[in-house]
């Protein structure tokens, strides 16, 4: 009976720790053994406030491309040299008092020196009075700097993020507590369990919906695998961890379509572009070039189509060598959703489902040896291709300033670039590793933005050419070209193409070139091991329709893959990783998932047993045939193509 009354009190406590406020007694939840976080650790009293969830933004932007690896979004001021308006909300206060503020920040140019305050500097402001200490200029890592003091009265109270440079300060989450000891843990597993307690994150991910296919990724790849399915027939979810989809053709990273679509052994396939792609082209151009409405309401106006901006996959769950379901968090409130379907397709670019699903995957550059590729280097190693964070100037009414800015990287008249706008040879991080270093590689394409125009604007001995010009744009979300490739049934390899290796499933056409990027040789002699210009050499090919079995996980049995992490070698990637080429392979996985949900099978079913409904839908296509589409692939689609051979498709 003892022992009963025991477990009946251990059941209440846990029942009372779920209903707490985020301004009162903060709990410890206990979940994973790794997510544990002591309670020695946790403050005991105090309010949390999540930067991303700010009811006014301001001039501030939502960042979540390092979530994964820093813990959460968080607001960057991307004012391009220029302070931002603050972003700002507003907080309970349960009880008069001095109240102390921490808040988790970083200096961002901390990996290139740290003999001086970084340029990211912002201020907290409370009631509208700023806090004392300037933020954002410490620190080597993610952590949490203490603001300051102040007196507070008891209720509502505004909240504010104020920048002072626009260099990209940014502010991940704000602590407010009358114990200035206490403070939330650093390391990102504890972090979040804190999160958890506090109710910055659910408990639990609420139902997100069963589906007969689900989407990870609103890039172009994406956004047809979502499409097709549903046009055949699918219920379908589409995940894209940005407001805008179009993922590297969107106005946030500004790449125009390459590509050729409407060739090869089903010149059906691609047409569906049409119905959403650009009519003007060019990297690095204006905001509107990349009409992002267009795409907007080609997955708004599909029927049998969920659309989930703004939402991040974060966790994976499996049944065996299947996934389950897929939690997916949103970048700005933290709601967590579940969901659940037969079906999976990762295009998130990085392979991330794959990854979490336990997926196989490779990374880097293949030696020739493995799969006897003339373009593979002698031995394997770890460089990429890297990302671009593009740039442009605009010409002002009159002379405009910029500040000085040298953060570890010097330019001067031999080394300058003297330009007037970055497209995509303007590439970082080859030699770093595209997931876990991705926020220094990001932020050094900022930096060497930054740092060279201040040059150019203050210094260059023709400076006075750039006088009236100052920066219309700079991206501040990187344009990635290669990470992870999941491993499919068949793996692409160079000898496939320049030989027409014929295969029974073939598929979607590659038309570009083997186009490898690597580091600028002027750019290295000038920085090196630190560039940032990209080079590459034209391989030409022959038009090459790529087997079916690259779109699937050879190991995670209802996972197919669209876009830059199909199953390829370096090498071949060069030529597949085109986005009106990911366009397709978009349309051919949301095809097959079509047949994976009439026939009850599997991506790997579908080869195995029916390869001839995929084929008949291959030749009709998945384009709507009741308007007229225009013709918008004419920009930078030709690639570099081989002298025919002696081949029909």
Known sequence: MKRFFLIVIAIQILQSLCSFRMTGTVPVILSEAKDLVEAKDLPSTGIFVEAEAFADKGGWSVDQQFMDLMGSPYLIAHGMGKPVADASTTVDIPEPGVYHVWVRTYNWTSPWTTSKDGPGAFKVKLQGKPVKTILGTKGDSWFWQYAGSAKLKAGSCQLALSDMTGFDGRCDAVWISKNQEQVPPVEVAKLEAFRRSVGALPAQPSDGGEYDFVVIGGGVAGMCAAVSAARFGCKVALVNDRP???????????????????????PALGRMLREFGHSKGGNAQPASNYEDDKKEAFIKGQKGLTYLPCFRAVKVNKDGSKISSVVIRNIETGEELCLKAPIFADCTGDGTIGFLAGADWMMGREGRDEFGEALAPEKGDKLTMGSSVQWYSVEDAKKSTFPEFQYGVVFNEDNCEKVKMGEWTWETGMNLNQIYDFERIRDYGLLVVYSNWSFLKNHFSGKAEYANRSLGWVAYVAGKRESRRLVGDYILKQDDVDKQVFHEDASFTINWHFDLHFPDPENTANFPGTEFKAATKSNPIYPYSVPYRCLYSRNVDNLFMAGRDISTTHVTLGSTRLMR??????????????????????PRGVYQHYLPELKALMTKGAARTDIDLPDNQHFNTGGHLAKPKDITF
């Open 244 to 266: 805008i989809a179009g993922g590297n053709n969107s106005s946030e990273i500004r790449v125009h379509l390459g590509g050729l679509i409407e060739l090869g052994k089903y």
């Open 581 to 602: 080429t990911g366009a397709m392979m978009g349309e051919v996985v949301g095809m097959a998932a079509s047949i994976c949900k009439d026939k009850d099978t599997t």
